[in-house]
């Protein structure tokens, strides 16, 4: 148990482990309780499946979404790994192949949903297993106010209790308030061993802009990545619907995805997304969960998502696989007050509607901010140390103006006003306009009336937005959005704090000259065709294309150019059973020779007993024809050469014995050799 970067190699196909991993698969193995919080696409998967691989028995994983469950079962099984799924979606042929594998002792991971767990003979037929390992994905799904919410979940520290096993708790979504939720009911109370990863992705690039014609923006943007796999999460069902048709009429390949749809056509768009290279799928927040696609490129908001886990899990879809990847998330005053009103109109108590504005809060200012996205997004969750290259205001720096003045003029609007109205009105009484309301309220006779004359309208409804942004103002519900002040704008009015606001005019989104490209121009018709490759290979095996190798893998085959099996099998993400499977159909395509390598050798790629069983190869042709070349040829069989490479044997007589006399004869001395000299 102690080299667990065997089975890494392997069976998974990876030459090291991510930041982090080691230590989590370690632990587990050891036998310890585990909390480990890791960024999505951090690899927290492989931090459960490997130790399932070296513990003797079974890893029941406790998963809340079918497709996401279906995924990694035919990954693993792809990989080898003997895994199932109990669901509502299995057929009886499925599920009797689950069983008869529990029956015999050769399942290594069980897949369950926790509704599973409510039944008690669920959890009297696992006491029959030999589990050693529960482990649970998605772990926040126990935190009773947040947003996944699924109330099984808290049966599975009974479960532990009951099968007396270690736990493995993994989420990519925990602040501080969640984590100990997840330590009081899947451990008791009990700290676990707890690992909490740096929650940096710095393959992706993060950019915010303010709503302006926010479909022409989306559009723009996808324009820009056209042929690539992305995400557009909308705040509403019937946006997705029309915002899915507005990019296929732009000639893209899309299509949408919500709660409201019948299961079979949700069941169509994940089978699309999983299958289709460069298919953009335009959803409410019910896609993704289930989504364990490496190569997503790119994932955009065209409404404001509801908290900053919200944000940062959703954006973390794209680029799982490590490579570049892209973000663009739209917002403005509206999506302010929609989720302050959500948020009050809620059924929450006081103190859990404060913390969800504080959540809000932290997503707004990173909205707002006027410096580095990535420092301010990581800040939320406790990372100091940030460098940054991958975000808008890295790329283009905003210019700033001193907005205290501004934002007292507005603050004394809305004071003198009653916190009766919206941001509407209150800039017509700033800047003296004389309306049929304001006249009826007799609002002209207002000190402030006229007061911020020196600023465009457009720049006043940018300093009522960011003030909002930064939670200076809230709409009030029950007077039907109206402004009201927050505490937080008592320094400002009382001049003890001064504040800093970007420009609006600097706030347009410069189009990023051109998409970085995942590969060379050199290189880029052989990753064409190796995805052609995989493509007919999925399609044969009816498994989405990434289970076979995911882009980063192609890239690397495109950009190293294997030819033998043995280059194939160093490269990453390229494991044993990947490499018997699909190995020459690959390199096919490099080389362009089809001949297949004996069955005995392959075997052998990647390993160092594939150098000796060559090099014996090579012995044996120079003397096919004996030492002078005269005598009658004779050879060995691949398998004869396959056992000798196997058993390796040290003396004449044990030669003898596995080719026989005459072969030991002209062959004995050198196998020899090469044995002695590789050994």
């Not at 507005?410 to 009105?425: D, K």
Request: proline letters at 4%.
């Amino acid at each position: 148990m102690s080299n667990v970067k065997t089975p890494l190699r392997e069976i998974f196909g990876f030459n090291q482990f991510r930041a982090g991993q080691q230590d989590i698969v370690e632990a587990v193995c050891a036998g310890k309780n585990v909390l480990a919080i890791m960024p999505t696409g951090g690899g927290k998967s492989l931090c459960y499946q490997l130790p399932a691989l070296l513990l003797d028995g079974l890893t029941v994983v406790i998963s809340p979404l079918i497709a996401l469950m279906r995924d990694q079962v035919r990954a693993l099984e792809a990989n080898g790994v003997a895994a199932g799924a109990l669901t509502s979606a299995n057929t009886q042929k499925e599920t009797d192949a689950v069983f008869a594998q529990l029956n015999d002792q050769t399942l290594r991971l069980l897949y369950l949903a926790p509704e599973r767990l409510a039944s008690s003979g669920m959890q009297s037929l696992l006491s029959r297993y030999n589990v050693q390992l529960i482990a649970v994905d998605e772990a926040h799904c126990v935190s009773q106010w947040g947003h996944d919410f699924r109330p099984d979940y808290l049966r599975i520290g009974e479960l532990r209790c009951k099968l007396n096993v270690p736990l493995a708790a993994f989420t990519a979504t925990a602040d501080a308030e969640t984590r100990q939720e997840i330590i009081e009911r899947l451990f008791d109370g009990v700290s676990p061993e707890t690992f909490l990863r740096g929650f940096d992705r710095p393959n992706i690039h993060m950019s915010f802009q303010t709503k302006d014609s926010p479909r022409k923006q989306i559009l723009n943007f996808a324009a820009v990545r056209k042929g690539q796999s992305g995400i557009v999460y909308c705040g509403t069902r019937a946006k997705t619907e029309s915002l899915s048709v507005a990019l296929r009429e732009a000639g893209h390949s899309a299509c949408h995805y919500h709660g409201g749809m019948e299961a079979e056509a949700r069941r169509q768009v994940e089978m699309r997304f999983a299958a289709e290279d460069g298919l953009i799928v335009v959803a409410t927040v019910a896609f993704g969960m289930g989504v364990d696609k490496p190569d997503i490129r790119w994932v955009a908001h065209a409404d404001l998502p509801k908290s900053i886990e919200s944000y940062y899990q959703e954006i973390g879809r794209a680029g799982r696989d490590g490579a570049p990847a892209e973000s663009l998330t739209l917002y403005g005053s509206d999506d302010i007050r929609l989720r302050r009103g959500q948020i009050d109109e809620g059924l929450a108590p006081p103190e859990r509607k404060m913390a969800d504005h504080g959540r809000l809060n932290s997503l707004l200012g990173l909205a707002e901010a006027t410096e580095c996205r990535r420092k301010t997004l990581l800040a939320y969750f406790g990372d100091e140390e940030v460098t940054c290259d991958q975000c808008d205001l890295c790329d283009n720096s905003p210019k700033t103006f001193d907005g205290t003045t501004a934002v007292r003029k507005a603050l004394s609007a809305v004071l003198r006003t009653e916190e009766r109205f919206g941001a509407g009105h209150l800039i017509d009484l700033l800047k003296g306009n004389e309306t049929d309301k304001i006249r009826a309220f007799s609002h002209q006779k207002l000190p402030t009336f006229g007061v911020g004359q020196e600023l465009s309208r457009q720049t006043w409804q940018s300093v009522f937005r960011q003030m909002m942004g930064l939670d200076l103002l809230r709409p009030d519900v029950k007077r039907y959005g109206a402004l009201c002040i927050t505490e937080n704008a008592l320094p400002i009015l009382r001049d003890q704090y001064r504040i800093t606001l970007r420009e609006e005019s600097e706030r347009k989104h410069k189009k990023r000259s051109q998409v970085r490209s995942l590969i060379s121009d050199e290189n880029a018709p052989l990753l064409s065709a190796l995805k052609s490759t995989r493509k007919a290979l999925a399609e044969a095996a009816r498994i989405p294309a990434y289970i076979v190798f995911n882009d980063k893998t192609l890239i690397d085959i495109a950009e190293q150019r294997p030819t033998t099996l043995d280059d194939m099998a160093r490269i990453n993400g390229v494991g044993a059973k990947k490499l018997a499977l699909y190995g020459m159909a690959f390199l096919s395509v490099i080389t362009g020779d089809t001949d297949r390598v004996h069955p005995n050798r392959r075997k052998l790629s990647g390993h160092s007993d594939g150098a000796l069983y060559d090099q014996l190869l090579e012995a044996q042709t120079s003397l096919v024809r004996g030492e002078l070349g005269t005598d009658k040829p004779m050879s060995c069989s691949a398998s004869l050469l396959a056992k000798i490479t196997r058993m390796k044997p040290k003396t004449p007589d044990d030669i003898a014995f596995i080719l026989g006399t005459q072969k030991a004869e002209r062959f004995g001395d050198a196998f020899l050799d090469v044995l002695e000299r590789l050994s």
